[in-house]
């Protein structure tokens, strides 16, 4: 069965970064587009930024630019999202989730990973 | 940026109801729009892509439907298990979500 398989939960001061991360497996993990997504806790979901695997290649929403780093490493098929200068807002689930077979854009995300929350506090 | 708007924000329904949610784009999507159940302390899943196509493995009394900037949710006969919230999403221009509308028990 295809998966996305995040890292465990995280704690962090405010100030510091925090790096997740999002292991593939049972597919090609080269083909497919990931997104992140995050959810403050009670809210809805907010789309974070894409990157394309193979390559590197990124696109963050406009909210996260300067803070966010996205990038992969294809010999383990995984995924990672960097967030930096963290404050108690950035208190969320993280999820990963997987896009459109490259190179389309216009696809929903069928596969999610569990969730990795990030707590924000001093 | 595009705009999502969900209505209604929570809707009360008993088991075997019709029940139909309405998803709002700020300008045109085609049909590009997906709809998402999430569960408490669970990653949203997949229930309809392209405004009216059936993912896989989902019951069939879930049915999407609209184009442009008019899309609804509809679920036939509410079943136990269909207690969540439930979200719309456009990925006409980049991604974004509807602000989710939550389906609790009458």
């Known amino acids: 069965q295809v998966q996305l398989v995040q890292s465990g939960a995280d704690v962090r001061k405010p100030g510091a970064s925090v790096k997740v991360s999002c292991r593939s497996s049972r597919y090609t993990f080269t083909t497919y587009y990931i997104h992140w997504v995050r959810q403050a806790p009670g809210q809805g979901l907010d789309w974070m930024g894409i990157i394309n695997p ?10 996260f630019q300067g803070r966010v780093t996205m990038t992969s490493d ?3 098929s995984t995924v990672y999202m960097e967030l930096s200068s963290l404050r108690s807002e950035d208190t969320a689930v993280y999820y990963c989730a997987r896009g459109g077979i490259i190179p ?3 696809e929903a995300f069928d596969v999610w990973g569990q969730g990795t929350m990030v707590t924000v506090s001093s | 940026d595009i705009q999502m708007t969900q209505s ?10 019709r029940v139909t949610i309405t998803c709002r784009a700020s300008q045109s999507i085609s049909s590009w729009l997906a709809w998402y159940q999430q569960k408490p302390g669970k990653a949203p899943k997949l229930l309809i892509y392209k405004a009216s196509s059936l993912e896989s493995g989902v019951p069939s009394r879930f049915s999407g439907s609209g184009s442009g900037t008019e899309f609804t949710l509809t679920i036939s006969s509410l079943q136990p298990d269909d207690f969540a919230t439930y979200y719309c999403q456009q990925y006409n221009s980049y991604w974004r979500f509807g602000q989710g509308t939550k389906v609790e028990i009458k």
Do not use: E, M
Request: glycine residues 12%; neutral net charge; hydrophobic residues 20%.
């Open chain 1, 54 to 63: 193979t390559g590197g290649s990124t696109s963050y929403a406009q909210k």
């Open chain 2, 8 to 17: 209604p924000s929570t809707l009360s329904a008993s088991v075997g109801d």
């Open chain 1, 74 to 76: 294809t010999s383990t």
């Open chain 1, 104 to 106: 389309n854009l216009h």
